[in-house]
T-cell receptor
Framework: QKEVEQDPGPLSVPEGAIVSLNCTYS??????FMWYRQYSRKGPELLMY????GNKEDGRFTAQVDKSSKYISLFIRDSQPSDSATYLC???????????FGQGTRLTINP | ETGVTQTPRHLVMGMTNKKSLKCEQH?????MYWYKQSAKKPLELMFV???????ENNSVPSRFSPECPNSSHLFLHLHTLQPEDSALYLC??????????????FGSGTQLSVL
């Protein structure tokens, strides 16, 4: 079983839709949860960062962590064509040096 | 120039060639990383350097040889590669070694094709 599972997609939605991206994980020691966005021919850039459980909101983006279910989500409201990218979840434990990544979900927002 | 810069952006090499990838960070960070990104696979950590000292080698074959002359520069020397080594090679940096709330900043990567 992979430590982090993420549906690779592709996921295609119309502009303005609410997008939900998800990852599940098996290691209960994970404490830090991140979402990276990677545009084509670019490196990943940090989008959202959450410690432990709960929600975090930044503009149109909301990150949720449910540690009891070992499940994290990224919601994008009022999606725009510029949100088209691959979204990578990543996580690690307290004091751990290694960041474990999901496979990435390729998202396309259609005008 | 700011951020993490990688050169070259694209590289095509034969299995008997020797080439090097270069990474430079302008963020004043102390830790630098090499990652491999293959299609439909998660990012794979290859090497970690902290204050120029290698702290992790993630069971990487010896045909990949890293070099970190200072905290701002990182190289990946390549020799006698295999076609399955074709991938996007990403350099990253962080203020200090990951442990608390440190965050990774990535370069745009070098797309490597081994023929």
């Amino acid at each position: 079983q992979k430590e982090v599972e993420q549906d690779p997609g592709p996921l295609s939605v119309p502009e303005g839709a609410i997008v939900s991206l998800n990852c599940t994980y098996s290691n209960s020691a994970f404490q830090y949860f991140m979402w990276y966005r990677q545009y084509s021919r670019k490196g990943p850039e940090l989008l959202m960062y959450t410690y432990s459980s709960g929600n975090k909101e930044d503009g149109r983006f909301t990150a949720q962590v449910d540690k009891s279910s070992k499940y994290i989500s990224l919601f994008i409201r009022d999606s725009q064509p510029s949100d088209s990218a691959t979204y990578l979840c990543a996580m690690r434990g307290q004091g751990a040096q290694k960041l474990v990544f999901g496979q990435g979900t390729r998202l396309t927002i259609n005008p | 120039e700011t951020g993490v810069t990688q050169t070259p952006r694209h590289l095509v090499m034969g299995m008997t060639n020797k080439k090097s990838l270069k990474c430079e960070q302008h963020l004043g960070h102390n830790a630098m990383y090499w990652y491999k990104q293959s299609a439909k696979k998660p990012l794979e950590l290859m090497f970690v350097y902290n204050f120029k000292e290698q702290t992790e080698n993630n069971s990487v074959p010896s045909r990949f040889s890293p070099e970190c002359p200072n905290s701002s520069h990182l190289f990946l020397h390549l020799h006698t590669l295999q076609p399955e080594d074709s991938a996007l090679y990403l350099c990253a940096s962080s203020q200090d070694i990951l442990g608390g709330v440190e965050k990774l900043f990535f370069g745009s990567g070098t797309q490597l094709s081994v023929l």
